[in-house]
């Protein structure tokens, strides 16, 4: 078990960043999970660490010391790949036996680990069975058994789940975890899969375009996102670019009034949860002036079993999407239904033109108006036109993105 730590990692193919100065510590005994869409870095930084790609800046150091001249055999670390990597013509023994056999362990010693290994991961009836005779779940299991056989300082998992089916994934997922809490070993993994990150890890690494956007734990970045990027790949967020003014985000031809205060004016993203929204009887609005509001008409109503789901249009160009469990007494809304939204100040986040997190002032001071945000350019809020006075287009439902979101491009 040991302490690794990244030292502004980078990995560069001509004057592309694959990987840009990506700096960690990771605490003995903790499992980090690197997340992101495909092409944001996370396993080419996992293969830096490992020794596979040599980084083009930065250090990795195992305890404190610097392990980028070792080759991979050298550098004491464990590695399941996405695709087992399993030996075909060795039996489920020999697969776990092969790094112990490839570093001299002597035979009894190595016997001893073996068996002790086959039954941590359930695997004993299936000691003398060629890999092709396995389930998926099975194969994987016997990939973790061969990776802490050779009792590694690091534990590196590369999508380790992802050729499961659902249900294999969350009780292998599980099981991953329950070793690596026993073992107490240092583990890194990667995965794209936000439900497998947030039930495993002891903190996440949200990662895009090779650079760290937010580290912590799965409530810190749930609740407090640093960028809509976060907020939107961290959990469903309803991201709403618009324009703020007077209390309110004027967006799609809507006007979404405010929970918080905010001081300043200008281009925003404000990002909603959908499972922290309400619907309400139309007219019923803001009422006490301390939740967030806007009105509406829903265009879908969708029972899903444990929640219902209800796409609400807010204006021409702007719907949201309203989740709420089954059991709390609330019903489904017909399409066509005009609604009224309303969420309480802890269920918005609010970011300005450069993605800088925009906190609500604090009781008592005034809302700021004039003071232009950091990005933005004047601009004066569009009318409001009641919901009551369009008619709902039967155009495809489409997500909507923030502006940083519209202007990249494709990876």
């Not at 990244?6 to 990771?26: E, M, N």
């Not at 490839?102 to 004993?124: F, I, K, Q, S």
């Not at 409530?219 to 907020?231: H, M, Q, S």
Request: with cysteine; glycine share 12%.
């Amino acid at each position: 078990m040991s302490r690794l730590t990244l030292d502004r990692l980078g990995k560069r193919y001509g004057r592309a960043a694959a990987v840009d100065g990506v700096s960690l510590d990771i605490a003995q005994g903790e499992l980090v999970v690197l997340l992101g869409p495909s092409g944001c870095g996370k396993t080419t930084t996992l293969r830096m660490v490992a020794g596979f790609v040599d980084a083009s800046e930065g250090d990795v150091l195992l305890d404190g010391e610097s392990v980028l001249a070792l080759p991979p055999h050298r550098r004491d670390m464990g590695l399941v790949f996405q695709s087992y990597a399993l030996f075909p013509h060795m039996t489920v023994a020999r697969n776990v036996a092969f790094g112990l056999e490839m570093r001299g362990v002597p035979r009894p010693a190595r016997d001893a680990r073996v068996a002790e290994m086959l039954r941590l991961t359930r695997l004993e009836p299936l000691a003398g069975r060629l890999p092709r005779s396995l389930s998926g779940g099975q194969q994987q299991r016997v990939a973790l058994a061969r990776a802490l056989a050779i009792q590694p300082r690091v534990l590196l998992l590369d999508e380790p789940l992802s050729n499961l089916d659902a249900a294999l994934r969350a009780e292998v997922g599980r099981e991953i975890r329950l070793l690596q809490r026993r073992s107490g070993l240092t583990t890194v993994m990667v995965t794209h899969d936000q439900d497998e990150a947030m039930a495993m890890a002891d903190r996440l690494v949200v990662m895009r375009d090779g650079r760290v956007q937010q580290a912590g734990t799965q409530e810190d970045l749930y609740e407090r996102p640093a960028t809509p990027f976060v907020a939107g790949f961290i959990g469903r967020s309803n991201m709403v670019p618009g324009t703020l003014a007077g209390g309110a985000v004027s967006a799609g031809g809507a006007v979404l009034r405010l929970a918080g205060r905010y001081a300043g004016v200008g281009a925003c993203t404000l990002a909603l949860r959908p499972e922290r929204l309400q619907l309400a009887a139309p007219g019923t609005g803001c009422g006490d002036g301390i939740v967030g509001c806007a009105d509406g008409i829903v265009e879908l109503a969708s029972y899903l079993g444990a929640t219902r789901e209800h796409l609400v249009r807010l204006g021409p160009d702007l719907r949201v999407v309203v989740r709420d469990p089954t059991a709390d007494g609330g019903r489904l809304h017909r399409a066509g239904e005009p609604v009224a939204l309303r969420w309480d100040a802890g269920a918005e986040r609010l970011f300005d033109a450069n993605d800088a997190s925009l906190p609500p002032l604090p009781p008592g001071e005034g809302r700021g108006e004039g003071v232009l945000l950091a990005g933005s350019r004047a601009m004066v809020p569009p009318d409001h036109t009641p919901a009551s006075a369009w008619t709902v287009p039967q155009d495809p439902l489409t997500p909507t993105l923030s502006r940083r979101e519209r202007e990249q491009p494709p990876h």
